[in-house]
C-alpha cells in the first residue's frame, strides 16, 4: 500500500472513531475500546509498508470501525468476534513489533514484587513488612519499564 493511502486509510479511521464519539454513549465508547482502536490504528499504519501482516490488519480494523458505528449494536456473537480481532491484532503488535500496552509492566512488577515480599516476610518472619517491600520494589521497577516502554515508542 502506498504511503498516501495508508495515511488516508488512517484519517478516515480516525474521523469515524471521533465521530462515533458524538453518536455513542460514553458506555458504549467505552465497550468498544474506540481510544485503543484508535491507537492500535495508528501503530498499524505505521508498521504496514513493512509488515504483510498489519497491511491485512487494516481490513479488520475498518471493519471494526463499521461495528462499532453500528446504531443498532452487536449481537453476543458479533462483539464476542470483536473483541478476539481487538485481541489479535494487539498480541501481533506485541509479538511481532515488541509493543507494550500502557501500565503493562507496572501491574505485573506489582505483583511478582508482593509475591517475592511473601518469601521475604516468611524470612524475616514479619509477611506484612514483607509484601509491602516486595510491592514497592514491584512499583519501582513496573515504573521504571513502563518509563523506558514510553520513552522508547514502544506503547501502543
Known sequence: ??????????KDIETRINSSKSSLSKKEYNKYQLDTLLRISQRVRGFSPECEECLRLQADISQMVDQSGNSTGLSKDQYKAYCR???NIIHHLREKH???LEGESLGIWIGIGAALGIVFGIIMD????GIAIG????VTIGSSLNYKNKKDDRVI
Open 85 to 87: 480481532s481487538m485481541n
Open 135 to 138: 510491592a514497592a520494589l514491584g
Open 98 to 100: 515488541k509493543l507494550a
Open 1 to 10: 500500500m502506498h504511503i498516501d493511502s495508508n495515511n488516508n486509510w488512517y
Open 126 to 129: 514479619n509477611i506484612a513488612i
